[in-house]
């Protein structure tokens, strides 16, 4: 019902700055939620950043906060995820996810909807 695509992800220097692309589409109406999780080889996923559909409310994990932000393109069903200052534990596999209005489907960590990910890596 409702498919995101990363895109953005690549290969960069600590210090740089990347932006993180996701497009929804589908039955986008059915969000109320997106943001981005990511995931370092053998590690638990991280839950990076939010922003709420209804007032742009957004949350943020202690790690990236003050580095990281996540924006809303109001009109294209797309967030992004703007990283200042990466460092090399940045490095990981960055997934979009979206949650959905309760459908009494099952979530991971919540989520309804995860992208294929996209994959930062931060070098020293």
């Known amino acids: 019902q409702v498919q995101l695509v990363e895109s953005g992800g690549g290969v960069v220097q600590a210090g740089d700055s990347l932006r993180l692309s996701c497009v929804a589409s589908g039955r986008t109406f059915t969000l109320h939620r997106m943001g981005w999780f990511r995931q370092a080889p053998g590690e638990a996923r991280e839950l990076v950043g939010t922003?709420?559909?209804?007032?742009?409310?957004?949350t943020y994990a202690d790690s990236v906060k003050g580095r990281f932000t996540v924006s809303r393109d109001h009109g294209k069903d797309t967030v992004y995820l703007n990283m200042n200052r990466l460092k090399p534990e940045d490095t990981a596999i960055y997934y979009c996810?979206?949650?959905?209005?309760?459908?009494?489907?099952?979530?991971?960590?919540?989520?309804?909807?995860w992208g294929q990910g996209t994959q930062v890596t931060v070098s020293a």
């Open positions: 922003i709420s559909w209804g007032d742009d409310m957004t």
């Open positions: 996810v979206a949650a959905a209005y309760s459908d009494h489907m099952p979530t991971l960590h919540g989520y309804r909807y």
